[in-house]
């Protein structure tokens, strides 16, 4: 069950890492959304099956897409073509140093935590009667925010794809 564990953090930590050092922003804002799975699918190990689908239809299927949208829509230079400073020595120095801290206190914090077993008679629900109790009152709700979505998007791309109207005495 550990070994699962250790893929699993492996997975997500090295994609999140991935993402945060990567250039292009259309690889990162994949390896974002892989990055969302390895969530989903630690709460999957962790037993908790609709955290997991809902990370996974939420973050996955809905927050990544507009994400990549955002991206692509308001891009002004080509992927290739965008020009970063490299870090000086001491911001490095001074970004290791403060995550190697960060790194200590939540290994400190893990090793002195004392674990308890969980209660005996833990309330049970399943994936079923969450969504149903969900989609039951909600269900409308749900659907206009969707569609009111959806027209914000296919907006979006109507008014990024227009080219703008150019001045003739502008031009050099």
């Not at 997991?52 to 992927?79: D, E, H, K």
């Not at 200590?104 to 309330?123: E, G, H, I, K, N």
Request: neutral net charge; aromatic residues 6%; charged residues 10%.
């Amino acid at each position: 069950m550990t070994v699962v564990l250790a893929i699993i953090a492996l997975v997500l930590l090295g994609s999140a890492a991935a993402a945060m050092l990567s250039r292009n922003l259309v690889h990162s804002a994949l390896l974002l959304a892989v990055s969302w799975l390895g969530t989903a699918a630690f709460y999957l190990w962790a037993g908790a099956d609709f955290a997991a689908f809902a990370q996974v239809i939420v973050y996955v299927g809905a927050v990544s897409m507009v994400v990549l949208f955002a991206v692509l829509l308001t891009r002004q230079n080509p992927v290739g073509d965008v020009q970063v400073e490299p870090a000086s020595r001491v911001r490095l120095t001074a970004a290791l140093s403060v995550g190697a801290c960060v790194a200590a206190v939540l290994f400190a914090a893990v090793v002195s935590s004392d674990f308890r077993p969980a209660p005996a008679q833990a309330p049970t629900a399943t994936v079923k009667q969450i969504g149903l109790e969900l989609m039951g009152p909600y269900g409308a709700a749900l659907l206009i925010v969707g569609v009111l979505l959806t027209v914000a998007l296919l907006g979006a791309i109507v008014l990024a794809a227009s080219e703008p109207k150019r001045n003739p005495e502008d031009a050099p």
